[in-house]
């Protein structure tokens, strides 16, 4: 991929903090939906509209300085959480550290608070994971197969709410009918 400088309308914020890679990851993602069905809150919303003209460092040091999202990222911190996040890595360290990778505009991005920029990974159709599935099999591929030195996590839409939504839209098929309420058990009960 390409690292791009200056102005870009995906939302990119300099990781100007330890041990913020994983919330930034995720509101990196949020920032960046491109879907106007989808609602990301007020407290979102607010700061993405107040950064919208800033540069990553700017926005960075904003992620820093806005009481809720610090609020909520230290209700899931752990006390003594490792600082290895606190430089780029180099050659061979071992870095705990989390990138976000989205689909923005018809091209996929992988935002790294550690890069001077978002990383540019090319266009895509319809499957913007067929983008990225090479790049994450090559860099999961440098790592033996005894250690477990990455991880994926996924932001996806709510199941329950998904689930009861076409369960109210739902005509006379039963069968669907006896499947989604299933499922919507299984979602409670989680």
């Not at 990301?40 to 040091?61: N, R, V, Y």
């Not at 090319?122 to 090479?134: E, F, M, N």
């Not at 994450?136 to 033996?144: D, V, Y």
Request: aromatic share 10%; hydrophobic share 40%.
């Amino acid at each position: 991929g390409k690292v791009i400088f200056g102005d870009t309308d995906v939302f990119f914020a300099k990781q100007v903090i330890n041990n913020a890679c994983a919330t930034q990851a995720i509101i990196s993602v949020l920032l960046n939906i491109d879907n106007p069905s989808i609602k990301i809150g007020e407290t979102l919303s607010q700061f993405k509209e107040f950064t919208a003209t800033f540069d990553p460092a700017l926005k960075g040091m904003s992620l820093t300085n806005a009481d809720r999202l610090r609020e909520v990222h230290n209700s899931f911190a752990r006390q003594n959480m490792f600082e290895f996040d606190s430089k780029a890595p180099e050659k061979d360290d071992d870095v705990y550290h989390f990138v976000a990778f989205v689909p923005f505009k018809g091209r996929v991005y992988e935002l790294d608070g550690l890069k001077p920029g978002p990383i540019d990974h090319g266009a895509y159709t319809d499957d913007w994971l067929s983008v990225i599935r090479p790049l994450l099999q090559a860099r999961i591929a440098k790592h033996s197969a005894t250690e477990i030195t990455f991880n994926l996590m996924a932001v996806v839409a709510d199941r329950l709410a998904e689930y009861q939504k076409e369960l109210e839209t739902l005509g006379e098929n039963e069968a669907r009918k006896a499947e989604l309420t299933e499922k919507i058990r299984a979602e409670e009960e989680k």
